[in-house]
Each structure stands twice: as C-alpha cells, then as structure tokens.
C-alpha cells in the first residue's frame, strides 16, 4: 500500500477521480513533479520558498511573483497559470484539481494516450512532443508508477482507501431537508390519522352498544 500524507489524500480524493484516465496517473504526475510536497517551489532555479513568494507578493504585487517564472505545489503549477490569491495555488486541493484538469485537457488532446498525456503535461506548447518522449524518462516513470500504484493501492496514513465519494442525497421532492443518514422517517397527515382515530371511536360505540346486556 502506498499512505498518503492527509492533506495529499484529500486532494487525490478530491482530484483525481471521474476522469477519462485512471486515478493514479495524475498522482504519478504529482509524485514526479513535486514528491508530493505541496509547498515545494521549483524551476528556475529553485532557490525561493513559499514564504518567499508570498512576501513578495505582499511587498511587490502578485505581478512581481508571477515574473519569478517558478512552479508551485503538488502539480508543479507554472506562473503562466497563475491567478491571485497566490497563497490558493499551495493549497493542495485546488493545486491539484488544476493538475488534474491540465492533464485531462492533454489526455483527451492526445487521443488517451497515457504516454503523450504525461509528455505534455509540462510541454504548454509541445511543438515537439518526440523529444518529451524520449528524451525524458519521466514519461515512462510515470506511466510505470501509474501501473505500481494500481496494483499496490493508496491509502490515507489511517489506513483509509482511495476511491470516488459517494454522491450526496437527491433532496426530498417536497424540497425539505433530507434526514440523516440511517435515520427511518414517517410522513404523517395528521387530518387523515384523526378522522381514522374519529372512525374507530365510532365503531367502538356501535360494537360496544351491539353487545351491551339487555335489561
């Protein structure tokens, strides 16, 4: 099995599922781009910190962050894709749901090739995907890895196992609050229970006065 940090699992929970490809492809990305560290700053070079670029952009501007041309968090994020709040891009959750769509974008481009979708994952413009391919050994590693993972599985450090959540409740047709899980709920028209209890009332009479002793 392969644990996951909690942080980290959340965010491949969050992230990684109802894709065309499977789940440990983009957790292979990750692993390769940042070894699943979400606060890693790398590229180029890698000699700035997130308390670094978070001081920048609070002294300089989100713009003078950006011109550091460095990627971020557990996908590796390049500054080219940046939005402000900086801060949101080390979020594990939100970095990697990025990831996830990025690399969905490149799979479904490439005709679900797994192996073309890696390559371009850090190839924005990829006018040579050849030399991605085999010039770099990250795309078989993470094809490969890919394969380990599925056959290993992935867990949360509790021993918790990785898979799609389970869809929420339908709301109940009348728009009411559903009742919590397990719980048994009963939907009573209080009219009709009254004029049932009025009923029986008074064919208790009628039974009572059919077998009351003659005097």
Known sequence: MVALAPAVFAAYQAAAFNRPYRP?????VA???????PDIVGDPPNTRTRSDLLALERSQGFAAAVATGH??????INAIHWTPPLDQWFDPTFNLRFAGDYLEQQYRRHGG????????YRGPAMTDINGWLWDRP???WIVDRAGQLDAEGVVSLGGEPAGPEAPPAPPPA???TPPPAGELTVD????ELGAAFSDLGAAGARAAAAIRPRS
């Open 24 to 28: 440990t492809l983009l957790l292979a």
């Open 31 to 37: 692993e390769w781009e940042s070894g699943l560290q």
């Open 71 to 76: 990627s971020i968090g557990l996908g590796q």
């Open 113 to 120: 090739d797994e192996r073309l979708a890696a390559a371009a």
């Open 138 to 140: 990250r795309t078989s």
């Open 174 to 176: 009348d728009g009411g």
């Open 188 to 191: 009573i028209d209080f009219i």
